[in-house]
């Protein structure tokens, strides 16, 4: 059996769990790290992308090409790899998921340049959350499902050549793609006969609805069209889905593999658009239902990623992560192949190209 395909999950994990940082996982695979080119997007100074970045830089990549929509931001991370490392090279990409023209500007410079002979580990990273209000992104896309999910689909779709041209050299499943999605996979599914939120629960299959149970949780009680935390859910359940597809279409035909990851409650800038008093009452919740709960610090943040990312006894089985391992907990459809196809095809209509491998 190839590796990368096995049934049983036999990660190397070493005991690791939600209190482990991001170095000590770096640490047990530095030559996944060595030499190797990384793309994060996302990597702004405050959150998992920089702590992701930071980690990583310990064990001297080749080049970390670090894609935020923010130069000085942006700018502000090469600064701290720099410290960690002064040795790693440092590449900029201006990348603004929430617009198609800005993925594939970014996407064509990758593609065009010398520096950039292919791509080992693609780190989706970037997202926004519970944007208060329906916001629609350029193409007219929600807000939330246009960031998290549409520009990454188009981004790593256009950038795909030079991911498949590393995995041509290196074992099968060593190549990798890693989503970040939540825990937010809970709060619904992707509705597909109503994924710009223009119409009301009541209208919509029950299968599309939110959970009566997050609903609560969130004090949710009327029937609007547009609810920020079921918005964020769908675009959370397309990440898992997308790296669902990705398997299905490019794990045997080049062996690139892709996971996805939860990486925890994670103290970041992610809640900048929440009521402080809600976030509150949402994580004393939160404790209440999971006795062992905690926000994480950003090193710890990021060790799941890594986890995914580097660990070279992944495999398609292990699609969804958390605290380190692979968890079993995530909603059915967020992992089921016809949802993901349907999801696909949706993501190209949306993008006005085909992806086919
Ligand atoms: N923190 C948590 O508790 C938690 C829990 C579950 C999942 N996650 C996931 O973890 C990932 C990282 O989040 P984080 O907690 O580190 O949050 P964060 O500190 O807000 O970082 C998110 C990053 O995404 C970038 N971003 C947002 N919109 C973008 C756009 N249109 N184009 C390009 N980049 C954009 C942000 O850039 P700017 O700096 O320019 O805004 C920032 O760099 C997200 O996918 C999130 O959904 C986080």
Redesign the pocket.
């Known amino acids: 059996m190839a590796e990368g395909k096995s049934t049983a999950a036999a990660n190397t994990n070493n005991g690791w769990d939600a209190h482990t940082p991001g170095q000590t996982v770096v640490e047990a695979f530095p030559e996944q790290v060595k030499d190797k080119i990384i793309l994060i ?4 100074p ?4 920089l702590a992701t970045a930071t980690s990583l830089a310990t064990a001297s990549p080749k080049l970390l090409i670090l894609a ?3 130069q000085a ?1 942006l700018a502000e991370t090469a600064e701290k790899v720099k410290k960690v490392n002064p040795n790693v090279a440092c590449k900029q990409l201006m ?4 617009s198609q023209e800005s993925c594939r500007n970014a996407a064509r410079e990758v593609m065009e340049a010398s520096d950039i002979p292919h791509i080992d580990i693609l780190i989706n ?5 519970n944007l208060p209000e329906r916001t629609l992104s350029p193409e007219g896309i929600e807000m939330q499902f246009a ?2 999910h549409i ?1 990454h689909f188009l981004f790593t779709n256009l950038i795909f050549p030079k991911i498949a041209a590393a995995a041509k050299t290196a074992k099968p499943g060593a190549t990798r793609i890693i989503n ?5 996979v809970v709060y619904g599914p992707v509705r597909f006969s109503d994924y710009n939120f223009t119409k009301q629960e009541k209208d919509l299959p029950e299968s599309e609805h939110m959970s009566k149970g997050v609903r609560a949780m969130w004090n949710v009680h009327e029937d609007l069209p547009y609810i920020p935390q079921a918005a964020y859910g769908q675009s ?1 359940t397309a990440n898992v889905l997308f790296s669902v597809s990705l398997n299905k279409k490019v794990f045997d035909k080049t062996g690139v593999l892709s996971l996805a990851v ?5 103290t ?3 809640a ?1 658009h929440m009521d402080p008093k809600i976030l509150e009452s949402v994580l004393e919740g939160a404790k209440k239902a999971m006795p062992n709960f905690f926000m994480k610090d950003i090193e710890q ?1 990021c060790s799941t990623t890594l986890a995914a990312a580097l660990d070279p006894k992944n495999t398609t089985e292990d699609i969804f992560w958390e605290d380190c391992h692979v968890a079993k907990w995530n909603p059915a459809y967020s992992t089921d192949p016809e949802k993901a196809e349907q999801l696909w095809k949706l993501s190209e209509q949306l993008v006005g190209q085909e992806f086919s491998y």
Do not use: Q, Y
């Not at 405050?46 to 992308?49: L, T």
């Open positions: 997007t996302g990597a702004n405050g959150g998992i992308g935020g929509r923010g931001r990348l603004d998921l929430s990273n970037a997202g926004v959350m960031t998290n520009g970040l999605t939540s825990r937010a959370k939860h990486p925890g409650g994670v970041t800038e992610l900048r943040g």
